[in-house]
């Protein structure tokens, strides 16, 4: 990868981004599945993974190890810690906690064009599901979640979401059977609890939504069999 910015602050932005970016890299490699627990993570090929130098990936893999997924072996590199079904369900809870109470603030604040932008965003979710889509459809599935908790205006409420949802993986969860086609169901009658003004309606359905998304990933990760030796 080339980079090229036009000002200091851009490449001081980059830099900062970096080790983020390879956290996000690394926790999905976990999440998922394809690196286990008991397994390291080797810094050169993330690095090589990811056009990045070893300095930006050692600082984003100390993020995972003060999230607990990982822990630094001296002279040996850093290991996945073991994680259970609880421990991924309490992440969704703790995430439908705040969306939902998202959601119930959004039905009461929303304007007129931000519904729009929702109906929009469900007639194009639509068509990338009839397309077969799965960069569309992640993307839009992110985009419909922001909407709803800009709509809430709850700037601090959003940041404390965000720092759960950051440990959950995003990229692949068109990959998880049943979660795009439940989207399917549960963004419009999102919409319609937000449309109608029914807080209560929206907290569930959101937090119904999220609880059901966890659910799907535990599954898939049960079929995978990353907990048969428990």
Do not use: C
Request: charged share 30%.
């Amino acid at each position: 990868m080339v980079y090229e910015y036009a000002r200091s602050g851009d490449r001081t932005a980059r830099r900062q981004q970096l080790p983020e970016e390879v956290a996000s890299y690394a926790r999905e490699l976990i999440i998922s599945g394809q690196v286990r627990p008991g397994e390291y993570l080797r810094v050169d090929p993330i690095g090589e993974a990811l056009g990045v130098s070893n300095t930006p990936v050692r600082e984003g893999l100390f993020t995972l190890q003060s999230e607990g997924l990982i822990r630094l072996v001296p002279r040996r590199g850093f290991v996945v810690e073991s994680f259970t079904q609880q421990d991924l369900r309490d992440l969704f809870w703790g995430q439908a906690q705040f969306a939902g109470e998202l959601a119930a603030r959004a039905a009461k604040r929303i304007t007129r064009e931000q519904i729009a932008r929702l109906e929009a965003n469900l007639e194009q979710y639509g068509k990338a599901f009839a397309d077969k889509d799965e960069e569309r459809l992640s993307r839009l599935g992110h985009l419909f979640h922001r909407e709803v908790n800009l709509a809430a205006d709850s700037h601090r409420l959003t940041l404390l979401l965000g720092s759960i949802v950051k440990q959950l993986p995003n990229r692949f969860y068109t990959a998880i059977e049943g979660h795009v086609e439940a989207t399917l169901n549960a963004h419009p009658q999102i919409l319609d609890a937000l449309r109608n003004r029914r807080p209560r309606k929206a907290r569930t359905d959101m937090m119904d939504h999220l609880l059901e998304g966890g659910d799907h990933l535990i599954a898939m990760l049960e079929e995978r069999g990353l907990w048969a030796s428990r």
